[in-house]
């Protein structure tokens, strides 16, 4: 008698040794991060995790400057990448990243998890984008607020970044929200920064198709995070996957806020970053766009102390000065 039950069930589908998927449909996830680095605690910035959204388990890590007593600080978003699979808030490279952050741009850094696929495919991780968001809101508008972040929180002042998969995330904030992000009021985003966004579509590009095959982030990891990430029986012109899809709502009469796109000039994904960068521009949108030449994806947090991440934080801290009000 034959059987369909997979008894010796074998890996299918395997990310960075993080995320493991198995030929009977069971997924398993190591405990251990993606990135065996050091943390880099030295005191200087207070941190402490706070649950955003109960119902789904989700908590974000806030960040501050120790001598911040009495000073209002803008406030600052980081997403973690992760092709939407993998990475979290408590991954050292993400935690030592957000202590720059915060002690460079002398900002409250909000790094908010989200829920990862394929357990929970997009839109999830945008949902909780959104919620992170919400969150904040709620904390602006209480009469009880955490007084960890309401003595030093400018809420007026909100920058929304994301790194990789997050960057996606923030692209999808900035075009949910539209300018002024009116529905969080009193909570108001001044801009956004996308570093390195995670952009997909079906036709690929140059920088896909000619990028060095042992790159960080290849084309074939690539493409395994789009699979086990979006929706079942959907393709990679997804409307939260390519801004420019066949499906996909025009952004041209969006209002929207100033956004900062970063990629690496080596980075598989720079092809589409540049070109969502142009077609905004050229839509009268402000946009930034920079380029670092000979760079990878993510650069800024496999080696934040190089003079291209040094350089980085200079352009980011330039942005949020900008765009203040």
């Known amino acids: 008698m034959s059987t369909t039950l997979d008894s010796n069930p074998t890996v299918v589908d395997e990310c960075r040794g993080v995320l493991h998927v198995y030929s009977d449909g069971s997924i398993v996830r190591s405990s251990k991060p993606g990135f065996n680095v050091p943390v880099e605690d030295d005191g200087t910035v207070l941190w402490k995790d706070v649950v955003f959204d109960s119902a789904h388990d989700l908590q974000l890590r806030l960040y501050k400057p120790a001598d911040s007593s009495g000073s209002k600080l803008p406030v600052f978003f980081y997403i973690h990448g992760g092709g939407f699979c993998i990475g979290s808030r408590t991954w050292p490279n993400c935690q030592n990243y957000c202590f720059r952050l915060a002690s460079e741009l002398r900002a409250v850094v909000v790094a908010p998890d989200y829920r990862l696929a394929p357990e929970n495919r997009l839109p999830a991780a945008i949902d909780d984008g959104f919620m992170a968001l919400r969150w904040l809101q709620a904390q602006a508008v209480s009469h009880e607020p955490d007084p960890w972040l309401s003595h030093v929180a400018d809420f007026s002042r909100v920058f929304v970044s994301g790194d990789s998969a997050g960057g996606n995330i923030a692209h999808n904030l900035a075009a949910g929200l539209g300018y002024g992000s009116p529905e969080l009021a009193p909570v108001r985003v001044r801009g956004y920064v996308l570093l390195a966004p995670f952009f997909g579509g079906t036709i690929q590009t140059k920088s896909e198709v000619e990028g060095p095959k042992d790159a960080f982030l290849n084309l074939e990891l690539i493409d395994r995070y789009w ?26 009469a969006i209002d929207l806020d100033p956004i900062l796109v970063v990629v690496g000039g080596i980075d598989l994904l720079k092809d589409r970053a540049e070109d969502y960068a142009r077609r905004l521009k050229n839509w009268g949108k402000d946009i930034e766009y920079v380029e670092f030449e000979g760079q990878p994806h993510g650069f800024f947090t496999i080696d934040p102390n190089s003079e291209p991440s040094n350089k980085l934080m200079l352009i980011i801290k330039q942005f949020i000065e900008k765009h203040l009000g």
């Open 227 to 252: 699979r086990l990430s979006i929706p079942v029986g959907d393709t990679t012109d997804h409307p939260l996957v390519n801004p420019f899809g066949p499906v996909s709502k025009s952004l041209e």
